[in-house]
């Protein structure tokens, strides 16, 4: 979510620091801001109200369904199946998936909420903008534990009798940030910067021997040249890292008032037959709703954590699609949320990510206010 609405932070001080930290507190200020938000609103509404009839179409909403999609970092509507999925879901928050034209007050109070969802997750889990630009992977290649870092990853490559440029292109693809290489799972990082950098032992026979030595000493070589391709062309990356361990669900479980009304709203997503009672097949959505309160991600966004869902909904029976009462259905989901919690704390879960940056940090939303 590279987008300029964020507030970015230095997270290593200096001149030109390593990274920013994208926390959601600008969006906060905006919206907690009833003056400013109004007119923020005001202001959006008339760009949009093409033909100003104080309603906006379906047609007119387009934009700032875009804008927002591109402020969550979605690629273009029309490229994936999956983010038009989302896409749909946000132009659904306007129109109730009824609605043709949304109103004024509709628009500011969607756009509300969806910017404040949009923050808090960046305050749980923000994402810092790294700027790589050689410096740091120059510090690894030249510091005291180079050689013991790369040998134990030579150790882990799966090249018994491969050349010495198969050695070097898959030590390469074995460095992250940390050591200062942008991901390489990245099309444009392979083509502009390892593969003009590997250039250098292209000259080398495929058939040789490759000794340690040999490897250190070629491989320093080529990770210089990368270095020196990241400072003409440096990489923009989006990091972020978040350890699910249960502690947000038992904050949650803690505190009854929050919890009861996570609950109410969770069960408003839920249909009821003409009995009143609620399908144990809609648990999972009830999850879902009560996700963010829980400090849980959206079923079908992380394998492990799928897995862990799956083991208590298997274990509590719950996907017998049997139809129970609006107290046991919160019943259960309470007691899913604590199976949950304690998978959690005897195996958390810790994942993180690195995606380039491709465009300007300032560019991707109209919709979103700038940064400060």
Known sequence: MASGAAKRKDVRGGEGGGGQVL???DIMELVGNE?????????????????CDGKLSVKELQPAVADIG????LPAQGTSADSDHIYSEVLNEFTHGRQEQVSKTEFKEVLSDILLGMAAGLKRDPIVILRIDGEDLREFINGPGFEDEMISICSLLDLPEGSLRDFITKALLKLTVEQGMPPTTDSWVMSNIVEPALQSIAGCSDEQSVSQDTFLSEFKKVAENVAQHLAEQP??????????DGSAIKR?????FELDKSLEAALKTVP??????????????????VGPSAGLPPYGALEEMDKVVTNVFNMMNADDGKAVKEDEFKKLLTEILGGIMLQLEGSPISVSSNSVVHEPLTSPSTLLPPSS
Not at 70 to 73: C, D, E, I, N
């Open 23 to 25: 926390d959601g507190s």
């Open 35 to 51: 003056e400013v938000f109004s007119s923020f609103v005001d202001h959006k509404f008339q760009e949009l109200d093409r033909d």
């Open 70 to 73: 591109a402020a969550l970092g």
């Open 235 to 244: 990489v923009i990356v989006a990091h972020s890292e978040n350890t699910f």
């Open 252 to 256: 949650l479980l803690s505190n009854k």
């Open 272 to 289: 009821k037959d003409r009995n009143g009672k609620l399908s144990k097949e809609y648990l999972h959505m009830a999850l879902d709703a």
